[in-house]
């Protein structure tokens, strides 16, 4: 059975950097034909995709927050990643890392996510 | 690339049928067959419940259903029941973009 699992700081200051990894167990990053991505939810808020990625660096990412976002992976660790610089307050949210269904586009939907993890922007 | 609109409420009793609807644009709803609903319980993660358009995930009941005209998605849920008041949302595929909408609360009266 296929999981995800975010880990990263709970908390981080005004314009420092935020970092998440997303963990997958019960499959292989390098084996899937996915692109992985990060979805994140303001509190008492809808739904934001950020950026996904293919196990072979291809990436997409979303135009409002490109200028701001890196996102990696790490195939040998079954893992990838998230960077988010210069923060505000306007990037609290909870972030959730979230692989496509099987046979469906790149960019299409996501049918398994992680729990979530929360990310406070405070001093 | 502006989120899609949603009516933040919509209700039925037990047994009835609700419409939700997504309206959005040319540029993504209309031109693209990458529609997704999502489910979410509080404090929960999403849980997909219909993607490119019509489609069900393994596990998704047949009450859950989903159509698209135009530029204007809906999914029908049928046989209201207790354990479906929660939040729903829609998003498109939009040109390496994927947009969402504003979700809409779902209570089952």
């Known amino acids: 059975q296929l999981q995800l699992q975010e880990s990263g700081p709970g908390l981080v200051k005004p314009s420092e950097t935020l970092s998440l990894t997303c963990s997958v167990s019960g499959g292989s990053i390098r084996d899937s034909p996915y692109f992985w991505g990060w979805v994140r939810q303001s509190p008492g808020k809808g739904l934001e995709w950020i950026a996904s990625i293919f196990h072979t660096g291809t990436t997409y990412q979303n135009p409002s927050l490109k200028s701001r976002i890196t996102i990696s992976v790490d195939p040998s660790k079954n893992q990838f990643s998230l960077k988010l610089r210069s923060v505000t307050a306007a990037d609290t949210a909870v972030y959730y890392c979230a692989r496509p269904p099987p046979l469906s586009g790149d960019l299409g939907a996501f049918e398994m996510w992680g729990q979530g993890t929360i990310v406070t922007v405070s001093s | 690339q502006s989120a899609l609109t949603q009516p933040p409420s919509a209700s039925g009793s037990p047994g009835q049928s609700v419409t939700i609807s997504c309206t959005g644009t040319?540029?993504?709803?209309?031109?693209?067959?990458?529609v997704s609903w999502y489910q979410q319980h509080p404090g929960k993660a999403p849980k997909l419940i219909i993607y490119?358009?019509?489609k069900r995930p393994s596990g998704v009941p047949d009450r859950f259903s989903g159509s698209k005209s135009d530029n204007t998605a809906s999914l029908t849920v049928s046989g209201l029941q207790a354990e479906d008041e929660a939040d729903y949302y829609c998003s498109s595929y939009a040109v390496y973009n994927l947009i969402f909408g504003g979700g809409t609360k779902l209570t089952v009266l």
């Open positions: 490119e358009v019509s």
């Open positions: 040319s540029s993504d709803i209309g031109g693209f067959n990458y």
